[in-house]
C-alpha cells in the first residue's frame, strides 16, 4: 500500500538548488519498525517545489530491455504524477522513487491531476492558467527529433480551454467517456474524452464551483459550489436530478459558537455509489445517502479542504489547511441486488440507451436513478 502526501501553503519538504532527489530515512520508534520485516522506511519526493496536485496510476509494463530501467520488464509501475507551482508535471515511479519524465505545457500552478481510471496512460490535469491539458504517457508514443522520431512519453495530446477562471478540479468518469472540470465560475463544464471537445455547460450553482465527481458506474455527476449546495446531474442529459442543501446543523460539540451555513469546498462518492461525502466550512464532514436529502452522519471538523473515500470503502480522508490529515469510519453497507443490477447495467448503457429499451417506465426511472 502506498500514500502520498502534498503540502499547499509551504513547500512539502526543503527545497533543493536544483533537480529532484529521493532519499529514505528509517523510522524512530517501536511502532513504526513493527510495520515490517526490516526497519521501515519514509521515501520523500524532493520536487523543488511547493505540491498542489497528486494522482496514482499503473504504467504500462516494458516490452524490452531498452525502456526505462526503473520497471522491470514485463511488470508494469505504479507511478505518481505531482502538480507543481511552476507549472510542471513531475512522473515519478513509486518503488524506486525514480523520476521518468516531465511534463511541460502549463504556465502556472497545476491545480488537480486526474489519470484514466482503465488503466490507459492518459493524464488530464487542471491548471490556474485557465486550460486543461491532456497528456499520453505511452511508451510507444513517437516524437519528432530533427528528421528522426524517438520514443518519448509524456506527449501533449490537447489544450481544453473555455474557462476564465482558475481551473481547481477535474475528474474523469470511470467509463472514460467524460471529462468534468470546475474552477471559480458558476458553471461546470463537461469534455467529451474521445472527441476532447465541449458536451455542455451544467448550469445550477448560484456562486463558484470547486469540487466535482462522477459516479462509480458513470451515471451521476455532482458539484460542489460555494454557495452551499450539492448538485447532482445526469451528465448525459444535463438534468439536475437533486440538489442537496447544506442548512446548520445543531451540534451539541460546542454549544458556545453558533454553526453557520457556508462554502462546500469538496464532495466525493463512495466506491458502490450509495453515498455522498461533503467538506464545508461549516466545520463539518457530512455524509449523504443517495435517497435522502439530509446527511445520515457528521463529524466536527476545521479547516477542511478535500475528502476522498478508501477506494474499498470504510474509511474517508480529509485534508485541512493546517497541514492535516484524518481518517474516518463511514458507514458500511450492503448494496441491493437492485442497486447490482443498475450499477453494472448503467457501466455500460447511457441514459439514452436506458430510455430506448422496452421496458417498464417505473423501472427505466429506477435505472437512471430518477427514483432512488
Known amino acids: 500500500s502506498w500514500g502520498a502526501w502534498s503540502g499547499v501553503n509551504t513547500p512539502p ?18 511502532k513504526a519498525e513493527t510495520w515490517s520485516r526490516g526497519a521501515a522506511k519514509e521515501k520523500t519526493l524532493e520536487c523543488g517545489q511547493i505540491v498542489w496536485g497528486l494522482a496514482f496510476s499503473a504504467w504500462p509494463a516494458a516490452e524490452d530491455g531498452d525502456t526505462d530501467p526503473a520497471c522491470a520488464v514485463g511488470l508494469p509501475c505504479l507511478v505518481l504524477a505531482t502538480g507543481l507551482n511552476d507549472g ?23 491545480r488537480d491531476l486526474s489519470f484514466a481510471p482503465n488503466g490507459s496512460p492518459i493524464l488530464v490535469s487542471a491548471s490556474r492558467d485557465k486550460t486543461l491539458r491532456v497528456w499520453d504517457l505511452s511508451r510507444d508514443v513517437l516524437f519528432p527529433s530533427g528528421d528522426t522520431f524517438l520514443p518519448s512519453p509524456g506527449r501533449q495530446v490537447q489544450v481544453l480551454s473555455g474557462h476564465v477562471q482558475w481551473v481547481y478540479c477535474c475528474s474523469i468518469s470511470p ?19 474521445r472527441s476532447y471537445t465541449l458536451i455542455r455547460r451544467l448550469e445550477g450553482h448560484q456562486s463558484s464551483v470547486v469540487s466535482c ?33 447544506h ?7 460546542d454549544s458556545s459558537s453558533e454553526i453557520h451555513t457556508s462554502s462546500l469546498r469538496s464532495v466525493c462518492f463512495s466506491p458502490e455509489g450509495l453515498y455522498l461525502a461533503t467538506v464545508a466550512d461549516d466545520r463539518l464532514l457530512r455524509i449523504w445517502a443517495l435517497e435522502l436529502r439530509s446527511p445520515v ?3 466536527p471538523m476545521t479547516n477542511g479542504l478535500c475528502c476522498m473515500y478508501f477506494p474499498h470503502g470504510g474509511f474517508i480522508a480529509t485534508g485541512t489547511r493546517d497541514g492535516h490529515v484524518q481518517f474516518w469510519t463511514a458507514p458500511r453497507v450492503l448494496s441491493s441486488l437492485k442497486h447490482l443490477c443498475r450499477k453494472a447495467l448503467r457501466t455500460f448503457l ?14 427505466k426511472e429506477f435505472l437512471t436513478y430518477r427514483t432512488f
Do not use: N
Request: hydrophobic share 40%; charged share 15%; proline share 6%.
Open 88 to 110: 510542471q508535471i513531475k512522473v515519478w515511479e513509486v518503488q524506486t522513487g525514480h523520476l521518468l519524465f516531465s511534463l511541460l505545457g502549463h504556465q502556472d500552478v497545476v
Open 175 to 193: 467509463d472514460c467517456s467524460m471529462l468534468c472540470s470546475a474552477a471559480g465560475e458558476k458553471s461546470a463544464l463537461l469534455w467529451s474524452m
Open 297 to 299: 452522519a457528521f463529524a
Open 350 to 363: 447511457t441514459t439514452y440507451q436506458v430510455l430506448a429499451l422496452p421496458i417498464p417506465r417505473k423501472l
Open 13 to 30: 519538504i526543503p527545497a533543493p538548488s536544483s533537480g529532484c532527489k529521493t532519499s529514505e530515512r528509517k523510522s524512530r520508534g517501536g
Open 247 to 253: 442548512v446548520p446543523l445543531h451540534s451539541t460539540l
Open 213 to 245: 465527481d462522477f459516479s462509480p458506474d458513470s451515471a451521476l455527476l455532482v458539484t460542489a459550489s460555494y454557495d452551499a449546495c450539492v448538485i447532482m446531474w445526469d451528465p448525459y442529459t444535463g438534468e439536475q436530478l437533486r440538489t442537496l442543501r
